[in-house]
Each structure stands twice: as C-alpha cells, then as structure tokens.
C-alpha cells in the first residue's frame, strides 16, 4: 500500500470530521492543519512551504467569521483551497510574444527533466496556433541529444537548427539570425540538462541568455520531484531569472507537490503542464485543479470537461438510465466502448475522479485497454444476433462458439467479453451512486456521464 | 583513491546536506528535548525520508532513549545510525550466472539515467575484462538507440540494436540469443525505454520482455534493476511498488547523487518494498558509478 494514497485518505476524512461537526473548537482546527500538513509533505511540498502554509490557513480558520460561521468546516476546505490555488498562481498564464519576432524562448533544467520532449511539444502547439517555431539544439554533451531534436522536428514538421558539437552560444545566437531571415517567429532552444550546482554549466547558460536576450527562459521540472524541487528552482531562478515553469510527466500517479514549492519559491508561474510521451500532450495549467490533486481531491472539473467534450451527454443520459433500470445490455455496452475510443487511455482520465483512491481497490487488476482491445471487443458483439445483444443470458457455448469463429476470435475472448461486460455493468451502478453524492457535494458543476468499466483482460 | 573515499567523495553533497544538518542538529550543545527530536524529523523530511517514515524513525528514537536513557547527542547520532542500517540491510551483490551470460535487465521511468547507467555498468564489467553486450530494447524515445550505441563504443561493448519502432522483446531475444551464440558476451545489459509505472499497456510490454528473455535463457534476467533519480520524492515508493511488481526488480541504480537531492527515499522503498540499493550515480561519465555499501553509506551519512 503506498504510503501517501493512506495519507490522502485520511486527509479526506479528517474533511470529511470536519464536515460533519456542528461548531469547531481551535483544537479541531489544529488537527485538522496537523492532517493537511502531512497530506502536504506526503505529496513532496517542500517542507517550509508546507509549514508556511498551514500557518497561513491557521490564522484565517481560527478567525471569527469562520468559527461563528453556520458551517465552519466547509469554510476551513474552502479557505484551504483557496489558498493552495493562490499559491499556485490564480489565473493560467500564457506564453510571451516579443513584440518584434521571433520570440525566443530557452529551456532549461536538471537533467531527464524533459526539455528535449517539451521543446518539440511546444513546437508543435504553437504550429497548431498558426505559428513558424524553429526548434534549436543547443545540448551538446548528452549522447544523440541533437538526432533525439532532429527526429522530433522531423516528427511534428518544423525545421531544427543545430551546428553540431559546437559553442551552444553561438548555436543559439545563429539560430536566432536564421530565424529572423527566414521569417520564422518563435525559437525554442532546447538546452543540455545540468545541475544547479554546476557552475561552468549554469554560466554557460548566463552566457546564452546574455547573447539572445530570450523573452521566455522555461524552467523544466519533473513533477515527481521531492524536496529538492526548491533548491533547484532558486538556483535556477537566481542565475537566469526564469519566467515560468513546464511541469512535466503530470501524467503518472505523482501527487505533484514540487508544483506548489517551485512556484511558492520563485513567484514564477506554471505555464504548462506535459501530460504524456506524444507531441500533443501538452497542456495550459490549471492552478485550482492541481489543488485539488494535491490534496487528493480528485480533479472533478478536468474530469467533467474531459467526459464533456468526449462523450455524447445524451446518449450518456440514457445509458445509466438503463443501467439504473437493470436494461443494460450489450448493444449498449457496444455503444460504451465506441464512446471510450474517443476517450483515450482510461486510465489516464479516471486518475482524474474523485475518491478514486478509494474505488480503485474494487476495481479489477488490469484497466488498460487499448485501441486494438477495443476494436476486439466490438467484433466480438458484432459478430451476435440481435436477441443474443439484448440477452446475453442465452448465450451458451454452442452459440459463443460461433460468435467466436465469426469475430476471428476464441471462446476465451468471447467469455472474457461477456466478464467484462458483467463488470461493467456492476461497476455502472456503484458509480452512479457516487455520482449523487458528488453533486451533492459539489453543487450543481454538471453531470458526470455514466462511464465504462472493464475488466480484466484474462 | 580507495572504494571507501570514492563513496564519501561521491557522497560528499548527500552528507553536506542531509547528515551535516543532522549532525549540526544533534552535536549542537544541548540537552535532548522535543525540539530536537522536531528539528531531526524536519533534516528527515528534507532529505526526501516520507514524512511517515520519518515520523517512525523519530518515534523509534524518542523511545530507545527514553528506555536507554540517553542523555547526549552522540548517543543518539548512534542510535539512529543503528536504526538506518537495520533497515537498509546487509549489502547485496550483483547476481551471476555461474554457466552463462548472466542477463541485466535495466527499467525505470522516463529520465532517470537508465542509458548512462548502462553505459557506466558496462564500463565496469569491461574492466574487469568481461565481454559486454548492450541491447538497444527502448525502440520508443526518438534517438535512443543512438545514444545506447554512442556509449557501448565508449566502453568498449558489443552493440545489438532493431529498427526504431521495432518490438523491443525481439532485441531482448536477439540479445540474449547472440551472447550465447556467436557474440559470446559474459555480460548482457538490457536498455529498455523509460515508463510511468501507472501505464498499465506499457507496463505489459515490459513483462513480455521479462517473460521472452526468461523464456529463451532459464534464470535470466539474473539481474533487474530499477533506476531511481535521487531527486525524486516519495513516488518513488509506488515506482519501487509497480515495477517490482510486473519485472521483478531486484536492485536500485539511485542516480544522480551529485546534485543536492539526497534520495532518502529509497529508506522508505527498502522498508515498503525491501528492494536494496546496489548502486549510485554521481556524474555523467563513465567512471560515474559506485556500488553502494549500506554499511559505508551511512557511515558517511552520519559521520560527517
Ligand atoms: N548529474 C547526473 N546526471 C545523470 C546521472 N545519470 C544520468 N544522468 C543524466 O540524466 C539524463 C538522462 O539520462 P538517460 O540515461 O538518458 O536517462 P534514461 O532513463 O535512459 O532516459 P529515457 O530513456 O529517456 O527514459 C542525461 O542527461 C544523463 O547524462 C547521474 O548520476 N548524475
Ligand atoms: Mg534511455
């Protein structure tokens, strides 16, 4: 059991005690601050920031209007919240634009942070925004760093600087003229990964930026980062004045507190978020919703907005209907796993819910299922008579036989489907009951569409 | 220089940072009292230990010496000594494969020095005159193979690599096929791409790999190491977690050293997991490589 899904736990329900009183005593309070201390730290924010803050919301709690208020719990979450968005930086925030192109923008931090990645994944968003990016390879120690920038160029269509081994100064400042000749607006310069305690190093980034004069210096952070995460960002901050931060590899199971103490400790916004391995998945930030992760709240409004834009409300609607109605069957659950493919990984967004700490233990070992699985499954129901969809208890192994040959599948895959289905079906009805008392929690921020669970492969 | 001042060499910035403090918190003149053992738990956290288990450790403390009766600093410097080394255990040494090419299997997630651990474990084994074969099994990360070859020249190893693309299972096969076959390599070390732990598809891929190579060679991989970035907090717990789980990895590469992180959580990964460090990283060179001694470690953790 990994130590801080406990500690989210708890911290969950020390909110929810908290909820659940009438009039809070200041010894509540400091409980509870103790409880969201841990939370904090077990989600890797710097020590100090963490005790900065809790001494922050403290005085605000134990403040008159909060304990005389009608429901002094939910204002201590919400003044907790609150002020994790603040620290977080309010508003997102967007990319400079240098009023005379190109714009040029360095990136820069400790090594395996991601920077090459991020380098051609900016590439290729500002590309899509009608821009003309030129990506620049400025790593010049690392091993086939500068093929790795040229296969990604190649990859996202847009062209690549480099003169080889030579002075990353004067890569950058060429790249820059080249630039400016051919009319291209922005400069990524990906630089090499280095210590922030690497002097040489660090000067030969004070030398590059002194020579191109970036109006972005980006500083990469790896979102998995510990206590370090604040060393290096001051150092980082103090030797190059970084405008702002791309946190990376968002997209594992990381709590991500090296967000908070990077931004607490050079008041530099997060601008960005990378969100998987492909060039597309980059992402604004959103403070408020890293807040909720933080604190293990689960990110409700990306879920929302991301189950939104995917799924057909409607046909989402009528499905849990069905389920809530026992009608479920599996022309339905076909019509599930058409809208899943417009979903992407699911596990990937089903990180994204609420409690799901909590729901992943009933959950079947093995969530992954992949396009290729997919597309399996639909040949599999296919491949059935109509009767057969809406009955599936007549199925039996006379007829899975020829379901099978006719879906160029085995009687394991056709019985594995009919287990899947019968997951799905009970998960369905668990999650409609947690969707009611989300909203009854969250007030009215929109429905959740009944989702599609399935289950293990074999 | 010998084994023993290397490590404290390569460990300089980890003692600095983490067991300085510690020492300056407890050699300060003054009594033991709850503030110290605050301040301890504080040089713990900072140090990347986990909150909870630092809270244990100090807990552990706060009880030994009120059952000891300790009254100075240094008898509790050795107390938690003691207590750190108990959980990091006896040293454990590289497994060999006393009647073949003994296989190495190296994973982790995106970043954390796989590749230039590879390049430094292969320096190793050359200089003890052994014949090293490198498979280039990430086919995912732009470039990759690219850099994997760079290094297997700069150690003077023998190279296997597919197209980019390519079934990384399949080079593992070839791989291992090879150093039994024509390319008679003692050592074989296995690069595979970086992967979050939580992505169950590509956390699959690995099985296969271990399942093929353990497929075409009984016992192999004889080794699986996971690589660690010392920078990394605690999510290296469910990193430790996931892919002992699905690779069964048998040692820590902890990396990067050299910076100011402090990789105390692999504590926390020995307590949950019981996977011991085998070695760390401590620049970007070849020579950048040491074995790790639990013993020395905290020696020169506590011992400033
Ligand atoms: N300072 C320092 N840097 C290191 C160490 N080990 C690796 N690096 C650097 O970390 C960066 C990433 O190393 P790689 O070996 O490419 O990491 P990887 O895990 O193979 O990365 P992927 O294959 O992309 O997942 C490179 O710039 C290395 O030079 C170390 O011990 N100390
Ligand atoms: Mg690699």
Redesign the interface.
Known sequence: M???EG?SEKLQEVMRRLRGKGKLTEEDVAEAMREVR?AL????V??KVARDFVNRVSARAVGAEVMESLTPAQQVVKIVHEELTALMGGEAARLAAAPQPPTVVMLVG?????KTTHAAKLAVLLKKQGRRPLLVAADI?????I??L???GE?AGVPVFSLGQEDPVRIATEAVAHARSQGLDYVLVDTAGR???DQELMAELQRIRDAVGPHEVLLVV?A??????V??AEQFHQQLGITGVILT?L?????G??ALSVRAVTGQPIKFVGVG?KLDALEPFHPDRMASRILGMGDVLSLIEKAQAALDAQKALELQQKVQRAEFNLEDFREQLREMRKLG?I?QWL?LLPGFDQIKKQLPE???V?EKELRRMEAIINSMTVEERRHPEIIDTRRKHRIARGSGTTIADVNRLLKQFEETRKLMKQFAGMEKQLKKRMGKLGRLPGLPFLGPRR | MGLFERLKAGLQKTRQALVEQINLVITSVRKIDESLFEELEEVLIQGDVGVETAAELVDHLRDLARRRRLETADQLREAIKAKVMEILGDPVPMAENPSGPTVILVVGVNGVGKTTTIGKLAHHYRSQGRRVLLAAADTFRAAAIDQLRIWAERAGADFIAHQEGADPAAVAFDAVQAARGSRRADVVLIDTAGRLHNKAHLMEELRKIRRVVERELPGAPHETLLVLDATTGQNAVQQARLFKEVAGVTGIALTKLDGTAKGGVVIAVRKAEGIPVKWIGVGEGLEDLQPFDPRQFVAALFEG
Not at chain 1, 110 to 114: E, I, K, M, V
């Open positions: 990994a130590m801080f500690l841990r730290l077990a989600a890797d710097n020590f400790l090594q395996g942070a991601g120690y690392r091993p086939a760093a093929r790795q040229q296969v990604l990859q210590l922030h305690v790896d998995m980062t510990g206590q370090d995460a060393n290096v590899k997209d594992g199971d990381t709590r507190g090296a391995e990984p596990d990180a093995n969530l992954q992949g």
